[in-house]
């Protein structure tokens, strides 16, 4: 049975061309399984059902190797439950070397060990380094002034006037949160914030 594997990492990810290259491998979309989802570890629900599917003998497609998952250790991991304890052959279109069909003797093995090892090392490189922009991003904006956040709610200056004559009881709080149109928590914050002390009429 042949069997292929699409991943992206968001919902929002388009994966038709992991789709477009399964079908041209000749891989029946009934046999096509789809996370979308981070590569960071194999917890995919459409994995775990691929995996549990598959015999000895079949044949799974990847377009390329970070489509299987981006952490090297894992990678590797999977790898060998997959072709040692599963015995199924793995073919990925991106990286003809990467297909267990071919050369099966030990040269073969070997190649296909090395290139694998390369190829897991630079796809979890990648995804350190994005993080690591990341945060040199988030770095920078903050340097900046950028809030990251939700946004606070601004009121006007007749607020503090308006607290006043709640702590007259001249007004009630649902009056106030309906003016401002903020709840309850964001009310009593801004009472604290802004030094307001309800005073208790005697």
């Known amino acids: 049975m042949i069997y292929g594997y699409v991943r992206v990492s968001s919902q929002d ?5 992991q789709l477009i290259a399964m079908k041209a491998a000749g891989v029946a979309e009934k046999n096509i399984y789809i996370d979308k989802q981070s590569g960071k570890d194999f917890n995919r629900p459409s994995y775990i059902r691929l995996v549990k599917r598959m015999k000895e003998d079949d044949l799974l497609y990847l377009l390329s190797i970070d489509r299987l998952g981006r952490n090297y250790e894992e990678i590797q991991n999977q790898w060998r439950i997959l072709t040692k304890e599963k015995k199924i052959d793995i073919a990925v ?3 003809p070397l990467l297909d267990t069909r071919r050369d099966k003797n030990l040269l073969g093995t070997f190649i ?5 090892q390369l190829l897991s090392f630079v796809a979890q490189n990648e995804r350190e380094n994005i993080r690591h922009r990341q945060a040199q991003g988030i770095a920078a904006a903050k340097e ?10 601004t009121v006007s200056d007749d607020f503090a006037i308006d607290v006043e004559k709640w702590a007259e009881r001249e007004i009630s709080l649902d009056e106030i949160l309906a003016r401002y149109h903020i709840c309850r928590a964001t009310f009593y914050r801004r ?6 002390v309800r005073r208790q009429k005697h």
């Open 13 to 17: 990810q388009n994966e038709d061309r």
């Open 93 to 95: 279109i991106d990286m």
């Open 112 to 116: 296909s060990d090395m290139v694998l």
């Open 144 to 153: 900046r002034g950028v809030k990251f956040g939700r946004p606070m709610k």
């Open 191 to 196: 009472v604290r914030d802004m030094g307001l």
